[in-house]
């Protein structure tokens, strides 16, 4: 699926470490590929691409330590802009009672989604009053009145009338009347956008001036979805778009394309067929699950806090001088226990599923991390700043010390050598670009 192509094409850039402009391009051309094969629209995938490649070969982004880490966060915002930008929240009327057309093709999830939306307004505290305007099948209205049962909302019904706006102008007396403060208008749907729906969602329109027209698109007809919103937004002009069946295997293509082809944001998405399943369409939210991130981009943004500068600076002075001691190595153990540990940024990492976060034994490691912290605080303030020190002997009193084996020391030693290596490399990006081992 999108995520995990993108995320291959990610993985490629990380293994890479030093970035030239055809691993960029590279990169980009699969990027490109993903998009298309979740439907995502032909011109919205070229701009995106076009836009996301100026943006990488940026020098700031080349010349980065993390060049990868840089790339994901402009996709990341590129793809939270593509769906974003403009207000998606619902629009409610000053007047205090809100009127909130729903339309659509037919089987989109209408009806459904008025159920939901309901039961949302609901917890927010309003008054919502439903009306059933789809004339067409007795059904239709039998079918909203169970919804509203079921989500505790009176609804306005009309069977003998064969005139939906007046119908929906009667109700929103009526709820007006009876104290509710939002009225929300169910309509009927065709298998596709015809001049006589249109007409008469336009008449409807009219009448009751919705404050709010909300069109329901279902994801899994990818960009049908999208071209027929462009069609509604046309012809009658909509507020925003509610995106159902996102629980479903959509490739993902609608939602990304719908906000740049229609320019109408998507306000609420549909998760399932239950009453509780709408929520609030986030841009930022959808990007990081698009990219299977998780929570990485919460993380980046938390090492690039917890770094202190100051003290990097003097990390880098001490290397000069060739004096990464232990008490250091402690301190760069500090830094990732100050961003929550090792479990937290297991957990924040990309591409780690469910399962593979079973199969690391984070109480293990965590344990392992004050083991270490043991064994530096039982080694005497010399030892810990001139590691060369531990000859056997006192290898052998600081394990008594700190109740662990010999070899435990020995260990620590050597991932202690490792690290000063590493960050002797990291402190100096030419001897980095030197060394293949740190690249990524
Ligand atoms: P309408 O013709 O536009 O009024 O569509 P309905 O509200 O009758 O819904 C058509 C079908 O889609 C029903 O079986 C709904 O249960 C289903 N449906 C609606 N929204 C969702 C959703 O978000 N997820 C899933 N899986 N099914 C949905
Ligand atoms: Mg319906």
Do not use: W
Request: aromatic share 4%; charged share 30%.
């Amino acid at each position: 699926n999108l995520s995990d192509k993108l995320q291959s094409a990610f993985k490629k850039l990380k293994g890479k470490g030093v970035l030239t402009e055809a691993d960029i391009n590279d990169a980009m051309r699969e990027v490109k590929l993903a998009l298309l094969e979740a439907d995502v629209n032909f011109k919205v995938v070229k701009e995106f691409v076009n836009d996301v490649k100026e943006k990488c070969l940026g020098s700031e982004v080349l010349e980065s330590l993390t060049p990868a880490q840089q790339i994901i966060k402009i996709v990341n915002q590129e793809l939270v802009d593509l769906m974003g930008g403009t207000n998606s929240k619902l629009t409610y009327s000053p007047s205090g009672f809100t009127t909130i057309m729903m339309v659509g093709l037919q089987g989109t999830g209408k009806t459904t989604t008025c159920g939901k939306l309901a039961n949302y307004l609901k917890q927010s505290g309003k008054k919502p009053m439903l009306c059933a305007c789809d004339i067409y099948r007795p059904a239709a209205i039998d079918q909203l009145e169970v919804v509203g049962k079921s989500v505790n909302t009176p609804v306005f019904t009309k069977r003998d009338s064969r005139e939906p706006a007046k119908i929906a102008l009667e109700a929103k007396r009526e709820a007006e009347k009876k104290g509710f403060d939002v009225l929300i208008v169910d309509t009927a749907g065709r298998l596709q956008i015809d001049e006589a729906l249109m007409d008469e969602l336009v008449d409807i329109k009219g009448t009751v001036k919705p404050h709010e027209i909300l069109l329901v698109v279902d994801a899994l007809t990818g960009q049908d979805a999208v071209n027929v919103a462009k069609g509604f937004n046309e012809k009658l002009g909509v507020d925003g778009i509610v995106m159902t069946k996102m629980d479903g295997d959509s490739r993902g293509g609608a939602a990304l394309s719908a906000k740049k082809v229609t320019g109408k944001p998507i306000k609420f998405m549909g998760m399932g067929e239950k009453f509780d399943a709408l929520e609030p369409f986030h841009p930022e939210r959808m990007a990081s699950r698009i990219l299977g991130m998780g929570d990485m981009l919460s993380l980046i943004e938390k090492a690039e806090a917890s770094f202190d500068q100051e003290k990097a600076e003097k990390l880098e002075k001490k290397l000069k001088k060739n004096q990464f001691t232990l008490e250091d190595f402690l301190d760069q153990m500090g830094q990732v226990k100050s961003m929550g540990g090792v479990g937290k940024i297991l957990e924040m990492m990309p591409g780690m599923s469910p399962a593979q976060m079973k199969g690391v034994d984070l109480a293990e490691s965590e344990k392992e991390f004050r083991q270490m912290e043991a064994i530096i605080q039982s080694m005497t303030r010399e030892e810990r700043q001139e590691p060369n020190l531990l000859n056997a002997s006192r290898r052998k009193r600081i394990a008594a010390g700190c109740g662990q084996p010999v070899s435990k020391i020995n260990n620590l030693i050597k991932r202690y050598e490792e690290t000063k290596k590493m960050v002797k490399q990291f402190s100096n990006p030419k001897a980095m670009k030197r060394n293949k081992m740190f690249r990524g």
